[in-house]
């Protein structure tokens, strides 16, 4: 039987989630001998433009030129496999989306009018092609790729997960350090698969795997943390971290950005 084409692409991001595939030195080279490797950036030189089964991207869409390299891929792949919060919801990146354009920017960091740059606001892949799967991480467990692969080989997908990390944290019997210790933890909306990583080692969860896709809650969490004590902007600033491009977390913060307005306005 014809091993399945596969080809690993980066776009705007830090490449952390290819090294990953690159760090699991145990199962990498016995996994890859099941692929013809077409491409893969961070692994070697050889490349070869040809039709793939599977093509891996990480990275966000940021500029022009990755939106035309995601549609070439999604053009030539049978299944698209996005990689890292980058290429889910734009991570860190889609912080700056809603805010102010690049060229105001570029103005009021660098004082230039210079407009250069062929930049669009960073999304995910799915706001621009269709998507199979979803694997998250800031960046990806190799334990989620590994199973992602071996699955994709039986022909199937692998099961996403749909819960929060609180529930890792209760399944490791780690001490809430939200309840306990009043630390800003934002566990309770980011998606599990890390087995509580942070928690359990008495940190706080930032939140590096996002926002749970349609369950997150973030007013919830914006009360917890005001009762808490912390500063509503912190607790924004915290949320849009990795979910800036979230839809709970986009209308919150445009919520209060208006009534912040509203109050300046009739000060
Ligand atoms: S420590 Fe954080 S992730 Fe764990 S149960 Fe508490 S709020 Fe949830
Ligand atoms: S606990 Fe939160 S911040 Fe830590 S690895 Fe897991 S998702 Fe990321």
């Known amino acids: 039987m014809a091993k399945p084409k596969l080809g690993i692409f980066s776009l705007t991001g830090c490449g952390g989630d290819q090294l990953m595939i690159l760090n699991m030195e145990n199962e990498l080279l016995d996994l890859l001998s099941y692929f013809e490797i077409k491409d893969f950036q961070e692994g070697s030189s050889y490349h070869e433009d040809v039709e793939l089964d599977i093509a891996l991207v990480e990275g966000s869409v940021s500029t022009e030129t990755d939106l035309k390299r995601l549609k070439e891929i999604r053009e030539k792949s049978k299944t698209l496999i996005a990689l890292g ?80 990390v609180c529930v890792e944290c209760k399944l490791n019997g780690y001490p809430c350090v939200l309840v306990e210790k009043g630390m800003p933890c934002l566990g309770p909306l980011t998606t599990a698969g890390c087995d509580a990583r942070c928690p359990g080692l008495g940190l706080d969860c930032i939140g590096c795997r996002g926002p749970i896709p ?32 979230f839809e709970d977390i986009q209308k919150l913060t445009k919520k209060i950005s208006e009534r912040r307005n509203k109050t300046e306005g009739n000060e």
């Open 85 to 164: 919060d980058c290429a889910i919801g734009g991570c860190v990146q889609a912080m700056r989306n809603g805010q102010m354009s690049m060229a105001e920017r570029m103005k009021k960091v660098y004082g230039v009018e210079e407009d250069y740059y062929d930049v669009l606001e960073p999304k995910g892949l799915s706001a621009h092609v269709k998507v199979d799967l979803e694997i998250p991480g800031c960046p990806i467990e190799k334990t989620e790729i590994f199973r992602a692969i071996t699955s994709l080989l039986h022909g199937d997908l692998p099961e996403t997960i749909d819960y929060p």
């Open 214 to 245: 349609d369950e997150a809650n973030a007013a919830a969490e914006l009360d917890v943390l005001l009762e808490k004590g912390y500063d509503e902007k912190y607790i924004i600033n915290r949320l849009r971290f990795f979910g800036g491009n």
